[in-house]
């Protein structure tokens, strides 16, 4: 099982320009103002729904989808409505490795391990091989008997290790260490060098999907996870730059991956992927009008999907994220004082806070789309100050603009 998940990918960009957008079709503001006073030198309590910008799928409202019977397919339809499913051929993925330290390194003794560049590697008397800056270049170094030995200079600006088995361990900034499909290699990035790992797109979403949500739940919301997994990860390789170095992270600003295994450093096996979450979706992605579908998620949307910027990314209610899903998401509360209020607003005094539009899809109304924070100033004279619903939300150090207060 994976960590629960909080906003993925080029997601979080989109979570500041597209949740206050009002989704086509969006009711109109409530036809009384929601007024709550806020109590002088005293508190009130806010309540909020959902975890993660909203946009796209609700994991725990797939989960929910399948205890209702449906399966990967209509659940993807649901929450990326007008796209379709295809079929890719196989293809490869490069994901940049955060967590690696500044120099590449693979542990040695892998059989059949190798570097472009060089070929077989010694396969006795070495711990680590790392790819060093050289030059314009990379130098291969080898580490024995705890010194670095150099083994070759002049190597090019990228080189690869691989091996016959067809993985890699590679040895991380903290002392653990991850066995990756596919190669593992260095590529320079100005003075330095990044670690990259390249593999196929569903030996990426093996490594994926477990780090986003536990392989326990049922098989449907797994395979609707590695459909918008994949889709996600095409889209993103699709609008990767030209001379981009790698196509997508590996952290929750893209979207989680582990790789194929993961240990302590002291050697204890900590996790591994899944191959069973590719059951009857290999190679499967969402398209919109031929195109990659950018399928992003979030752990849960409290009841409403969050208009996103494209087409299959609307706003509209969600029968499916609810409590049949075990969303621990769908209301939590805490107090928020009328001095801290006052201070992030620049006021002496918050006197009432009025809700003057909501988008209308879910409960209470929906999110909020505008707001307006009445007070006095330093000054003492009368503020309406308007703002939006994920001020509001920051403002009460919550991270969404799905609030009620009381």
Not at 177 to 192: D, E, L, M, P, Q
Not at 251 to 274: N, P, V
Not at 337 to 351: D, M, N, Q
Not at 363 to 381: D, E, F, L, M, Q
Request: glycine letters at 12%; a positive charge; proline letters at 5%.
């Amino acid at each position: 099982m994976g960590p629960r998940r909080r906003i993925t990918a080029a997601a979080s960009a989109f979570a500041l320009t597209g949740c206050v957008a009002v989704a086509t079709g969006a009711a109109a503001a409530p036809a009384k103002p929601e007024i709550v006073a806020v109590p002088s030198g005293g508190s009130i309590t806010v309540h909020w729904r959902g975890n993660g910008h909203g946009h796209g799928m609700s994991q725990y409202g797939a989960r929910g989808a399948a205890i209702k019977g449906l399966n990967a397919a209509k659940i993807v339809a649901f929450y990326f409505p007008g796209t379709t499913l295809a079929t890719l051929p196989s293809s490869r993925i490069r994901v940049n490795l955060s967590e690696a330290p500044a120099d590449t390194t693979v542990f040695a003794g892998t059989s059949g391990l190798a570097l472009t560049g060089y070929e077989t590697l010694p396969t006795t008397g070495y711990r680590y091989f790392r790819l060093v800056p050289s030059r314009t270049g990379l130098r291969l170094q080898g580490q024995r008997e705890g010194k670095w030995h150099s083994l070759k200079n002049g190597l090019p600006a990228r080189a690869d290790f691989h091996s016959s088995v067809h993985w890699v361990q590679a040895l991380l900034a903290d002392g653990s260490s991850t066995r990756y499909h596919g190669r593992i290699g260095a590529v320079r990035v100005g003075s330095g060098e990044a670690t990259v790992n390249r593999l196929s797109l569903d030996q990426y979403v093996q490594g994926s999907v477990p780090r986003e949500v536990p392989t326990s739940w049922e098989p449907a919301a797994i395979r609707a996870q590695a459909i918008a997994a994949r889709s996600y990860a095409e889209a993103v390789r699709a609008s990767a730059g030209t001379g981009s170095k790698w196509d997508i992270c590996d952290t929750t600003m893209c979207q989680a991956y582990g790789g194929m295994a993961h240990y302590s450093a002291a050697g204890q096996l900590l996790y591994t992927d899944d191959h069973d979450v590719l059951t009857d979706n290999a190679n499967r992605v969402l398209r919109y009008e031929g195109a990659p579908v950018l399928a992003q998620y979030s752990a849960s949307n409290g009841g409403a999907t969050v208009y996103g910027g494209e087409p299959y990314l609307v706003g509209k209610s969600d029968p499916y994220d609810s409590s049949v899903s075990g969303d621990p998401y769908l209301q939590q509360s805490r107090k928020v004082t009328e001095s801290s209020l006052a201070s992030y607003f620049h006021l002496k005094k918050v006197t009432s806070i009025e809700i003057t539009k909501r988008d209308g899809n879910g409960p209470w109304g929906g999110r909020i789309v505008s707001a307006v924070v009445n007070g006095t100033t330093p000054a003492g004279k009368k503020a309406h100050l308007s703002t939006t619903g994920f001020d509001l939300g920051t403002a009460t150090g919550v991270w969404t603009d799905y609030l009620r207060f009381s």
